[in-house]
């Protein structure tokens, strides 16, 4: 069994800024099932922090701990310097999580009404993230009415319109072709290049996470264990498509495969192996 | 051009489903003008309207007209507001699912008809016994399509909800009910048709006017045209009825496709 777990503040650059979030320890079971095993992680504030890992791995335990929606069964997550007047976090569900009774204006304007904003507030807010994300024109439309990738945009407008002090994001692209996944790798940078929130996203996209993350956590194999933490050192603001020439992402997308190959191989000989 | 031809085909459709009772109607009238069919038994469509016009005229048949809305309208009230909220609560809090689930599974498969003997003896021989019969009639589908509205409610809603820090009550208003309205309109209008199935049966025991004691009064009688009319009169509220729920689920759940 191997299982180092590297500790994420070692940063080559030395002294590590303070952690936005902590995790010690972090221990879930689902019954007698170990999903995710002692996790100990720092997480940098304004760093767009990226997991990958083999399906059944805990990610999503991890993000649903992270958000509060599950409770981990030992250890401790703090997040520190909470901003007052803004909500912990907001998350950007994987699928379909837009309100079918909800227009997409009401949609982005959820979390705002659910906190009582002020009207005017939210007009503004709510304005301002719809036409960043390109849906300002469709604001009337119900989430029927859109494809995948337009109700994805609309699920990212909420969570950046509801400010909150961390985003959290759940395989948002997960669903959607390949051109359309490109759009709205650009269209997210671009909108978290101006607030530079902490982001902690979960794909099973190397390539996805390649693009996007400062930092990518590559994880074992249920129970989930920090298996290696790599630094992408890829200049910002990145162009989507250019990226790809560089030498320095196809070497990044190599080696993180190249981790992820062995929990991949290790999740499948399970499957097919002994029975269960 | 497209959407001129769409218009074109929603007014096709519209007018195939008004000609095709038309011309049933039609070929009804011809078939009892030419005796292929015994007058008797079924009058001529123009006679039918004939002497609805004049049933109308006298105000004989706005008495029974009138009688069966108003215990439709009550019974409805009466037994559609206990059952959303009661449908509500099986759907959310599962002790009150496993306190009343049992028992509207074993109750629901009795026919509503065959209670009206129990409900004249509980109720006696007055309105309360047909805004009963109604409300009992309206009552099941409701509470059973409300509880199943609340229960399909995909989980990932409650943990938007939840995420984006709803309360108790915003869950409900905001996900909870807009969620199974759907469902609640589907079981409403189960409902409503029930409804009028069983005034028209209800009235035909010991009622003095009523839609169903015309019709009753009239095989009596044996004034089929009569009987006929209050036929017609109760399709024509069924449709009415019908149409009046499809626009306002349009109005109220404009997120439900087709």
Redesign the interface.
Known sequence: MAMQATTATGSESGIAPAPKISLRDVTRRHGVNLALDRITLDIPASTFFVVVGPSGCGKTTLLRMLAGLDAPTEGEIRISNPQPGHPQNAMVFQGDSLFPWMTVWENAAYGLKMRNVAASVITEVVGHYLGKTGMYGARALYPHQLSGGMRQRVSIARAFANDPDILLMDEPFSALDEQNKTLLHEELLRIWEETRKTVVFITHSVDEAVTLGDRIMVMTAGPGRIKTIVNVDLPRPRNVVELRHMPAYGELVYNIWAQLREEVDRTRSRETGSGS | MTRRRSTAWAWNDRSISILSPLILLGLWEICARTHLIDVRFFPAPTNIVKHLVDLAASGALWKHVGASLYRLAVGFVVGCIPAIVLGLAIGLYRPVRAAFDPLISATYPIPKSSLLPLILLIFGLGESSKIAMVAIGVFYPVVINTAAGVRQI?P??L??G??????RF?MFR??AL??S?PLIMTGIKLGAGMGLVLIAIAEMVGAKQGLGYMIWNAWELFDVETMYVGLFVIAIIGFVMNTGFDALERAI???R?G
Do not use: E
Not at chain 2, 162 to 167: H, I, Q
């Open positions: 995909a990932i809603f943990d938007v939840r995420n984006f820090g709803a309360s915003n905001t996900v807009p969620g309205l759940v404009p997120w496709k």
